[in-house]
Structures are given as C-alpha cells and as structure tokens.
C-alpha cells in the first residue's frame, strides 16, 4: 500500500504537459515535433532536443497537439507562424514520390515473378 502511495505521489510531482508539443522548423522547411516526457520543463526538453536534432537557432513553437493536421500528410506539414499547415505544393510532391515508389515497387514484384516462372520455381497453379 505504502509503494502505491507513493508511486501517486511521484506522478503527481511530475509536471505533466499532456497535449503540448514542440514544434520546431527544420532548414528544409519541414517541421519536427517533439513530444515532452514531462520528466523535464519544456525548457529543458526544447534545449536539449534541439541541440541534439542539430536544429539549434531553428524557429519553434508550443502548441496543442490536437491542433497538428491529420499525419497522412505529415511530409507536407510547415510551421506558419503559430499552427503547422500542410503546405499543398509538398503534399503534391509527397504523393507523386509515393505513387512512382508504388509503380516501381510493382514492376520489380512482377520482375521477380516473371524471372521465377522461367527458372520453373513456381508451382504450376500460382496466381498473381
């Protein structure tokens, strides 16, 4: 009983920034997020990470993580001022890059299939 006590205790002592992130601008213009362990202020997180990532006199801001748009676009997202947006011209580039992965991807499944036909390393009955 005395070690749950104090485990509630200890939770309690530890400031707790549920929700907030850090967001902080790369060069690239891309946005990195940082989500603070609440073992530390957010001052100590936001020194220590960005010198850590190589970001240091990089931009950043602390906002709410329910205000980070959906992750789909994720590789489209820039900090504007004080929200991250998905900036469209990347979310354009970010799709193309992803149906050519996709297209190439599928021209060397079909590659290896076709080059295991030949060998006679596939049964008989195999279906694409």
């Known amino acids: ?11 309690l002592a530890i400031p707790s920034y549920a929700g907030e992130v850090i967001v902080v601008e790369r060069q690239d213009g891309g946005v990195t997020v940082i989500h603070p362990s609440g ?16 970001l240091v006199g ?29 900036d469209k011209d990347k979310e ?14 599928a021209e060397l499944r079909k590659l290896a299939i076709d080059n295991l036909k030949a060998k006679g390393d596939l049964p008989a009955n195999y279906t694409e």
Not at 1 to 11: D, G, S, T
Not at 43 to 50: A, K, L, P
Not at 92 to 105: G, M, N, P, T, V
């Open 92 to 105: 354009k580039e970010a799709k193309d890059k992803k149906d050519a992965s996709l297209k190439i991807e």
């Open 39 to 54: 073992r530390k202020s957010l001052q100590e997180t936001i020194d220590e990470t960005v010198i850590e990532l190589g």
């Open 58 to 86: 990089q931009p950043y801001k602390v906002i709410d993580d329910s205000d980070l748009p959906s992750r789909d676009s994720r590789d489209a997202w820039t900090l504007d001022g004080n929200k991250v947006k998905i």
């Open 1 to 11: 009983m005395k070690y749950i006590v104090f485990c509630l205790l200890l939770l």
